[in-house]
């Protein structure tokens, strides 16, 4: 029996404690609510703001509130007009959003959108508590909407790194081998909105990841090669952060590689070729201002390319400033197999 009797005297003894502290969350809540309140039947934006701000007070460890979720809760359970005030609204659906119960959030979102259809902070809101709650096409949808609405990329862009990371992690069921990931297709109309050159090149090293991992699946790996190479060469074009460029170009240089064996047919009608993928690294390895090149033998193997696809003066370019920097045998390769009225 002394088991259950400290069980049962223990939690009279919780009871006990609890009851003093409600009523001290009930003596700083009073004030709170009261000023919320006649915030809300006056329509007093600064009231609203500074009542709110001693709202956020009450959250904490140690304070009334555990998170601005719980914090949410209770201003819902407020008497009229305050959970209809368009303040309250906006500052729970963003509660929720940063409490992680995006499911929550939705239903908070939508209406103020529909009042304020061109509002970019709401769809970008409600493009995360879709992506919280595993709606990825209406989560995509509302990020579309948050950039034409003129989102800043701080609402949006990690959002959507957080959504194509979920996809890599646990790719939907059913998800094909012979497409590319999800996380390289779902993203890509929000790309033609947003560059976002930072999640490009995440992709771009999760496809490498993936493709090293799939070593012994040759038709799995065309794909992703195939995909890879596509990515290499959009991601080139944009404004990299200090210091990628040099980084993509290894990569790049590293799938120019791979392709060479890569059967025709892998590649997606439009795709990107190994010419395309050889020509980023050539203009990605360039010195600007300075002789030589980071991936010399790149020029080579571009030079090669073009002679295979009948560009010869391109293909007696390239070959003979590989040729300026060392010998190489692919560039003397390419001279040779030169039509005889093509350069010198």
């Known amino acids: 029996m002394r088991g259950p009797v400290l069980a049962i005297a223990a939690l009279l003894a919780a009871l006990c404690l609890a009851r003093p502290a409600r009523g001290a969350d009930e003596e700083v809540t009073e004030p709170v609510k009261a000023a919320l309140?006649?915030?809300?039947?006056?329509?007093?934006?600064a009231a609203m703001t500074k009542a709110l701000e001693a709202a956020n007070a009450l959250v904490?460890?140690?304070?009334?509130f555990p998170d601005v979720g719980a914090l949410a809760d209770w201003l819902g359970t407020l008497p009229p007009p305050v959970p209809g005030n368009r303040a309250i609204r906006a500052r729970r659906g963003w509660m929720y959003v940063v409490a992680?119960?995006?499911a929550e959030s939705i239903d908070l979102l939508k209406p103020l959108l529909a009042e304020d259809p061109k509002n970019a902070l709401f769809r970008s809101y409600l493009g995360e508590a879709y992506r919280q709650a595993g709606d990825l096409p209406n989560a995509l949808a509302a990020f579309a909407e948050a950039l034409k609405a003129g989102a800043r990329d701080d609402a949006v862009v990690p959002s959507v790194f957080k959504l194509l990371f979920d996809l890599r992690s646990s790719p939907p069921a059913g998800a094909r081998a012979d497409v590319a990931p999800a996380y390289v297709t779902a993203a890509t109309s929000l790309f033609a909105l947003n560059p976002m050159p930072e999640v490009r090149l995440s992709i771009v090293?999760?496809?490498v990841g993936d493709l090293d991992r799939a070593k012994g699946d040759a038709a799995r790996a065309n794909v992703l090669l195939a995909a890879l190479a596509g990515e290499v060469v959009a991601t080139a074009r944009l404004a990299l952060p200090d210091g990628e460029a040099t980084k993509l170009a290894t990569k790049a240089y590293d799938v120019a590689q791979r392709m060479r064996d890569l059967p025709r047919d892998a590649l997606p009608a439009g795709g990107a070729t190994r010419f395309d993928v050889l020509a980023v690294v050539v203009r990605l390895g360039e010195r600007p201002g300075a002789e030589g090149h980071d991936l010399p033998e790149a020029l080579a193997d571009l030079a090669e390319e073009a002679l295979a696809k009948g560009r010869y003066v391109l293909a007696d370019q390239l070959a003979r400033r590989r040729l300026a920097i060392s010998d190489s045998p692919t560039a003397r390769r390419v001279l040779r197999g030169l039509p005889p009225d093509v350069g010198d």
């Open 205 to 207: 090293a999760w496809l």
């Open 37 to 45: 309140v006649a915030a809300a039947r006056s329509n007093d934006g």
């Open 60 to 64: 904490g460890p140690t304070a009334t």
């Open 100 to 102: 992680r119960r995006g």
